[in-house]
């Protein structure tokens, strides 16, 4: 699954990280950003091989990459069952 929420004023981090802890799931946060797409990226790949959840803050600033990375996702073709 992913979730984009792109609302000014929303911010789900809080009920994503006491979530994640219920769960005992890993979860790894990038704020995005000006120069913040190669972290993204290498975050998500990392999330991908491990099964963690990654969690990209401030997509707002960050919506050529979210383009790129809805790509990158649907062409993915070995991903851990608990990525996020």
């Known amino acids: 699954p992913l979730v984009l929420i ?33 972290i993204a990226r290498r975050t998500i790949d990392t999330g991908v091989s491990i099964g963690s959840w990654v969690l990209l803050q401030n997509a707002h600033l960050g919506l050529p990459f979210l383009t790129e990375l809805e790509h990158s996702l649907l062409r993915m073709e070995a991903v851990e069952p608990a990525f996020r």
């Open 6 to 38: 792109l609302s000014a004023g929303s911010d789900p981090t809080e009920t994503v990280l006491n979530l994640a802890k219920k769960l005992k799931r890993e979860v790894l946060a990038v704020s995005l950003g000006k120069g913040q797409d190669a």
